[in-house]
């Protein structure tokens, strides 16, 4: 079946994340199989994708391995990635470090499940401090994606190389289990094909792909022992960061034109709080929704905008309470901000957020 010259089919989220990747030009992909995540992995390894396109695909030994010959990869100016679970992508956090104080374009994909520690493989989205904050050493940002269909795990996978590039900065695509097992008919991207050396020489002149006439070595490092000129750095990484924060924001407005009360949600999350905005507006409750699209850069200004009009906003996440905290910090306190949760795998219904919102107007949001 065909829609618009672009190929409709039936997957997986992971199964999505996969096909994209061979799509889009990636060069390699490097991981290790971890539930809820490994049909990223085991489609990559079926669809052969060395056979027809040239790129590589490897079962690394372990999530140290798989980040660092990303940190290699993308190092050589190469369209690379990796994907993991929670406490996989833990491991990772020292190389994606290194790969931002480097400024190493790459995509790493957390399909969440529930923690700490091992945890369950269950859903969660209780990764949201890790992935928002850094998660590893230094003064540094990932930009991070939060896809809430099959489709925009399919779609974000081109959009995170390019920002990737654009930045030279590892970009996430902050998935959880519910996303990633799923099945959606979805429409896949065009081919387009892998770049050539010249080509990547020519758009990436700070890549380590050998010695060129007329030019300096490259460089792939974060060290630097000279205080005054890693202070340079840093001030020049945040620099870039402003700028992102500047242009990149993205988020999704569901039914806010006439909304008294407001959902937050990013996700899975977001899709079970359309739900319960449905059948709280059959009672005759205007709620409406902001799906923030960009965890970081986060949706400041929109949230703010917003908490100027509304009575009352509820963030509803499956944790016990991580982007309440940027949310706050948007309002400002212009308006009360509650939350609501599940964890450990546990899902919320759409009944649970509609009664958290009816008793939150009737004893707390009165005013």
């Keep these: 079946m065909k829609h618009s010259d672009r190929e409709v089919t039936l997957l997986k989220g992971n199964e999505a994340i996969a096909h994209a990747a061979i799509r889009c030009g990636c060069d390699g992909y490097f991981g290790y199989p971890i539930t809820p995540q490994s049909e990223i992995l085991e489609t990559l390894a079926a669809e052969k994708p060395w056979e027809t396109t040239g790129m590589v695909v490897l079962q690394a030994e372990s ?209 079970i709080s359309k739900k319960a905005i449905e059948l709280l507006r059959a009672e005759g409750l205007r709620v409406g929704m902001l799906r923030p699209i960009t965890l970081w850069p986060f949706p400041t200004d929109e949230i703010a905008t917003l908490a100027l009009r509304v009575k009352g906003i509820l963030s509803v996440e499956i944790n016990a309470g991580q982007m309440i905290e940027d949310i706050r910090l948007s309002v400002e306190g212009r308006c009360p901000v509650s939350h609501y949760g599940r964890m450990g795998g546990m899902i919320p219904t759409p009944e649970e957020i509609a009664k958290t919102i009816t008793s939150h107007i009737k004893e707390i949001w009165t005013t």
């Design 63 to 271: 999530e140290l391995a798989s980040i660092n010959m990303v940190y290699g990869g993308g190092g050589t100016g190469k369209r690379v990635m990796t994907s993991s679970s929670s406490p996989g992508v833990a491991l990772m956090q020292e190389g994606i470090s290194f790969m931002a104080g480097a400024e190493v374009p790459g995509v790493i994909v957390n399909v969440q499940r529930g923690g700490p520690g091992l945890g369950t493989i269950q859903t969660s989205q209780s990764d949201y401090f890790q992935s928002t904050r850094g998660g590893g050493n230094g003064d540094y940002n990932v930009i991070v994606l939060a896809p809430s269909s099959v489709q925009e795990m399919a779609d974000f996978v081109d959009d995170a190389f390019t920002l990737a590039f654009r930045y030279r900065n590892p970009v996430m695509i902050l998935s959880d289990g519910i996303i990633g097992q799923m099945m959606e008919k979805v429409v896949l991207p065009p081919f387009k094909p892998r770049r050539t050396d010249e080509e990547i020489y020519r758009d990436c002149p700070w890549a380590t792909h050998g010695k060129r006439p007329n030019r300096p070595h490259n460089f792939c490092t974060s060290l630097e022992l000279d205080p005054q000129v890693m202070e340079r750095h840093n001030q020049h990484l945040q620099e870039k960061y402003a700028t992102v924060k500047a242009k990149e924001v993205r988020c999704e407005h569901f039914m806010n034109d006439d909304a008294d009360y407001l959902i937050v949600a990013f996700g899975s999350a977001a899709r």
